[in-house]
């Protein structure tokens, strides 16, 4: 029963609305997908919920000029906003898509390959981030506290955009857990799924 519950983006994925989707990524039916992350929302309940690229895929389509779509996008946007009533939501930017509690940050992630939690933790100091799907770690040299932690994801691991891609075996389930104390210092530990069933470790 933690405090603070957050949610580190990517709740839904919305392939067939990105950027050069594929003829089959196109055909995807987008219900169960709706479903399934509004569903996670509504269950889980997080106090903040830091939107991920996949989820800014909605809300880019309402901007489109196909009307249909645009129409769509924006009743499925109302439909995801009544899951997260309640939820603070920090849109999809690398410019104030950040959750400050204490001395640590939370992101969805801007970064992409092996260095990712580095190269977080250059920008951003220490901070928690989702994004790549791995769990890593990584303390950059500072005179003040500076470490990136990506703590995996809740998803399918191999994918079928990921599934002749050997970087996608650093994958792993997981997620962050800790104490965060009235002075703003942390401590941070993580869950991650070993042999089928959910490592917990202090």
Known sequence: KPDIKVHLGDCFDFRALRRNASDEESRDRLGDDIEAGCKFLRDYKPH????????KRIYDAIKSDDGKLSGFAAYVSQEIDD???GVQVIPYTAFTGVLKL???????GYHTGMNA??????????VIMGHVHSIDHYSVASIDRRMGRSVGCLCQLE???????PGALRHANGWA???????????VWKAEEVGGRFEVAG
């Open 102 to 108: 204490g001395h640590l940050k939370f992101i969805h």
């Open 159 to 165: 994918m079928d955009y990921n599934s002749n891609k």
């Open 117 to 126: 939690a580095r190269e977080a933790a250059k920008v951003y100091g220490s």
């Open 177 to 187: 857990y800790g104490l965060l104390y009235p002075n703003g210092y942390y401590e």
């Open 48 to 55: 903040y919920w830091l939107q991920g690229n996949h989820d």
């Open 83 to 85: 899951a997260a009533k």
